[in-house]
């Protein structure tokens, strides 16, 4: 295991779904980043809060298709730098999450998480997808990790805990208006 997905494993996006213990990590990610398009309503700054811990959550648009996501952990001296992407499942959102790496080598594992926006694009929800509900099933693919996810969309089950909250940041004025 690269140090860098350890370091994903014990942080999970860097604590990202802190109410949650456990990623699902997988070779073979939700749909595909050729034909993924960015939703620019999910591009912003964003904080999640847990009791007096405060953490940032960065997301950006790359190239119309990738985001760059960058979380900040409350108290940690480095911050996790991910490239990922969006995949619908039953009009339900996955974020497939790979992590950056200091050697320049590219991750082969994916986080995947269902999210959700609100519609005033004020609250980013996450959750995580329970590892160990996947052993023993046909996840094998791409496809097939599709058809499992699909089929059990609302079984509480297949995720980890409750969802996460993020509260965007809403930007500074720019200067005065005229």
């Known amino acids: 295991m690269s140090g860098l997905r350890g370091l994903m494993v014990v942080v999970c996006m860097g604590a990202l779904l802190l109410v949650g213990v456990g990623c699902y990590e997988t070779e073979f990610?939700?749909?595909s980043a050729?034909?993924?398009a960015v939703n620019p309503a999910y591009v912003g700054d964003y904080v999640v809060t847990d009791g007096d811990k405060t953490s940032t959550l960065l997301i950006r648009n790359i190239d119309n298709h990738l985001y760059?996501?960058?979380w900040i952990g409350n108290g940690e001296q480095k911050p996790l730098r991910m490239v990922g992407y969006t995949a619908d499942v039953n009009g339900v959102a996955f974020a497939n999450l790979r992590g950056f790496t200091d050697?320049?080598?590219?991750?082969?594992?994916?986080l995947v998480m269902r999210?959700?926006?609100s519609s005033d694009h004020a609250t980013l929800t996450m959750r995580n997808l329970k590892e160990d509900f996947f052993k023993g099933k046909n996840v094998g693919s791409s496809d097939a990790l599709q058809k499992v996810i699909g089929a059990?969309?609302?079984?509480?089950?297949?995720?980890?805990?409750a969802a996460?909250?993020?509260?965007r940041v809403t930007s500074p004025s720019s200067g005065p208006s005229m």
């Not at 050697?103 to 994916?110: A, F, R």
């Not at 059990?152 to 805990?161: F, L, P, R, S, T």
């Not at 996460?164 to 509260?167: L, N, P, S, Y």
């Open 29 to 31: 990610p939700l749909g």
């Open 34 to 36: 050729d034909n993924a």
């Open 68 to 70: 760059y996501v960058e």
């Open 103 to 110: 050697d320049g080598s590219i991750e082969t594992k994916y």
């Open 115 to 117: 999210i959700a926006l």
């Open 152 to 161: 059990n969309i609302d079984d509480e089950a297949m995720y980890d805990g």
């Open 164 to 167: 996460a909250t993020a509260t």
